[in-house]
């Protein structure tokens, strides 16, 4: 089954961390680049970062130097460890290839 499934999503405080999985198929994830989307409360879905299957990464401006995406390619997982988080980056957030999204992992940052 050709599926894309996200995890670790909760809540957590202003200034504190969590990691996000993405659990892909292999035949999604072989030799693709993986992405991380995340959707506001009221607001567009946005592009968060981006990994190759060299391991090259991208950021959208507003998470660099606090996120940081990776792959596990004998596991064909993408995480994203979500460091100094702030409120916001509350948001529900999709692991994405192609033209598959997962059906996505909220995150809520509060005090």
């Known amino acids: 089954q050709v599926q894309l499934v996200e995890s670790g999503g909760g809540l957590v405080q202003p200034g504190g961390s969590l990691r996000l999985s993405c659990a892909a198929s292999?035949?999604?994830?072989?030799?693709?680049?993986m992405r991380w989307f995340r959707q506001a409360p009221g607001k567009e879905r946005e592009f968060v970062g981006g990994?190759?299957?060299?391991?090259?990464?991208i950021y959208t401006d507003s998470v660099k130097g606090r996120f940081t995406i990776s792959r596990e390619n004998a596991k064909n997982m993408v995480y994203l460890q979500m460091n100094s988080l702030k409120l916001e980056d509350t948001a529900v957030y999709y692991c994405?290839?192609?033209?598959?999204w997962g059906q996505g992992t909220l995150v809520t940052v509060s005090s």
């Open positions: 994405n290839s192609g033209a598959l």
């Open positions: 292999r035949s999604i994830f072989s030799g693709n680049p």
């Open positions: 990994i190759n299957s060299d391991g090259n990464t």
